[in-house]
């Protein structure tokens, strides 16, 4: 046998190998990714569940600076109600129906906005903890 029939014959075997070997890996990628689909779905629902977290820190932030804002234009009689018509006025339905504003203070307004966290989609399920928001300004002086 000449050393060319010997290659030959080595990348014969060595091709029957791979073909062997795809044959017996054709499910293994369909296993595999059926085997990670529980631990994506998961990761995927607890990033979903850390922006739902985020984006009522930034309601309840916002919620508290246009409660103070209104606040601080109001008469004094008129401040509470005011300043929670504000407060809950750009809050969508899911976070307004338990949303809880209060406004007090004079010389200086206060607006404290305590909102809940909703469970994967808002309206239906809350968290048991609150998130809460703090906005101060001061009162504006009529210019007579």
Known sequence: MTPRQAR????????????????????????????????????????????????????????????????????????????????TDKLSDAWQADADVSCGGSGFVTADVTLHVPVLFPGAFNLPFTVHAHAGAVEEEDGD
């Open 8 to 87: 030959a014959r080595v990348k014969g075997f060595v091709r029957s190998l791979a073909k062997a070997s795809h044959a017996r890996d054709r499910g293994q990628v369909t296993v595999e990714f059926l085997g990670m689909t529980p631990l994506i779905i998961v990761t995927l629902v607890v990033v979903w569940q850390f922006v739902l977290l985020g984006y009522t820190y930034t309601l309840a932030g916002n919620a508290a600076d246009e409660a103070v804002r209104a606040g601080t234009a109001a008469e004094p009689g008129e401040r509470e109600a005011v300043c929670q018509e504000a407060g």
